[in-house]
């Protein structure tokens, strides 16, 4: 993987603040031609510095109210079982995150849902069918204090 320098940086920075700037506009801002910002860019996607383009959605104006933290004990620890258990989370859509942790509980899930007893449903009927759940401890969002998805580069030009 190539080294990231300054102008990789600046670029990284933009986009993470708006991932919809063309790359002239991306030229513009860093005083530099149209050709080696586009190779850059490519370059950081071909690397997988940059994995993916998104719109963020603001969850709570889709109907989405009710942000749940999901601690979850692994009954077997076996290899196979834990794939297992990977791929089922992977396919529930209400699940936006899922982590492998250490500690009490074996895996961290980020959870978003309309409403309480839709997360009571989901609870019993998605995470209760996975036949490996030894435990399960819920977490409930009261208020975001701060959500940010941008990793902080520093930038040549601040």
């Known amino acids: 993987m190539h080294t990231l320098d300054d102008t990789d940086r600046a670029i990284l920075h933009d986009l993470q603040e708006d991932a ?3 790359t002239r506009e ?58 297992k258990f990977v791929e089922a989370i992977r396919a529930i859509p209400e699940v936006l995150e899922c982590f492998n942790i250490s500690g009490d509980y074996d895996f961290l899930l980020k959870i978003v849902v309309n409403d309480m007893p839709e997360y009571q449903q989901f609870l019993m009927q998605k995470l209760g069918s996975l036949e490996n759940i030894g435990s399960t401890h819920s977490l409930f969002v009261m208020g975001e204090i701060k959500n940010n998805s941008e990793i902080q580069i520093v930038n040549p030009r601040e």
Do not use: W
């Open 20 to 22: 919809t700037l063309k």
């Open 26 to 83: 991306l030229a513009s801002r860093l005083n530099l031609s149209y050709t080696p910002v586009y190779e850059r860019v490519r370059r950081l996607e071909k690397e997988g510095v940059i994995k993916k383009y998104v719109a963020l959605i603001d969850r709570e104006k889709v109907g989405k109210k009710l942000m749940v933290f999901c601690n979850i004990a692994l009954k077997e620890h076996s290899l196979a079982m834990g794939e």
